[in-house]
């Protein structure tokens, strides 16, 4: 048992992870290996309003109208953004968090999970109360709202940090948006003149692309939507 009551919760293999709104008893990461003993394992003391985990990653929305990203395995501090209203709900699909809240919905860019970035959002009529996402839909819920359904409109981001050669001549990099869209890849030496150099599906919102013949020189890149 336990003595303050919790908010909401995610479960990864043997370890739940346990938001509560109550700063004093905050986020708390249980070993319910043991169904019939859960203990818990850690504890970081923040207004925890909703949990989510993304890879090794946790993500909660704060009741101070926050994301703050978490390393699931210690619950150590990675990065944090500071956004409108106290949170209610929290949602992760591929690098993107939505956060839903009395103004209606927040979109954050984790890809940099240090300096997470704000890159989009929904004013609701009506206090926002829950939000999921499938693929390039959000669905918002509230008491006095009922259910939206949003149609996400997010440019793809290639992040600095990503690119890399690792094979000596096809350069790599990895690019951010919503899961399953279909994507053209463009290079240019000057930033004036683009070229196609290839097309793909983003099938996590995480992907890779890899340019196995790049130009002597300077190269920059972009991706662009396809309908």
């Not at 053209?184 to 340019?211: K, P």
């Amino acid at each position: 048992p336990f003595t303050s009551g919790f908010s909401k919760l995610t479960v990864s293999g043997n370890y739940a992870y346990v938001a509560d709104i109550n700063i004093s008893y905050g986020l708390r990461k249980l070993d319910v290996s043991n169904p019939t003993n859960s203990t818990v394992v850690s504890t970081v003391n923040i207004s925890a309003a909703d949990v989510a985990l993304s890879g090794d990653l946790l993500v909660v929305a704060t009741g101070y109208g926050e994301v703050v990203v978490l390393r699931a395995s210690d619950l150590s501090e990675i990065g944090r953004l500071k956004l409108t209203d106290a949170a209610i709900s929290v949602s992760v699909s591929g690098n993107y968090v939505f956060l839903a809240n009395r103004a209606g919905i927040h979109i954050a860019d984790i890809s940099n999970p240090a300096a997470p970035r704000r890159v989009g959002g929904y004013a609701t009529t009506l206090p926002a109360q829950d939000v999921a996402v499938r693929n390039d839909c959000a669905f918002v819920a509230g008491s006095a709202m009922g259910m939206q359904t949003l149609k996400m409109v997010l440019p793809p981001h290639i992040p600095p940090v990503s690119i890399s050669r690792p094979s000596g001549s096809a350069w790599q990099f990895q690019i951010t948006g919503v899961a399953n869209q279909r994507l053209e890849i463009l290079s240019s030496e000057d930033c004036q003149e683009w070229n196609v150099i290839g097309t793909m599906t983003n099938y996590s919102g995480a992907d890779t692309f890899s340019d196995s013949s790049p130009a002597a020189g300077q190269r920059f890149y972009r991706a662009r939507v396809l309908p």
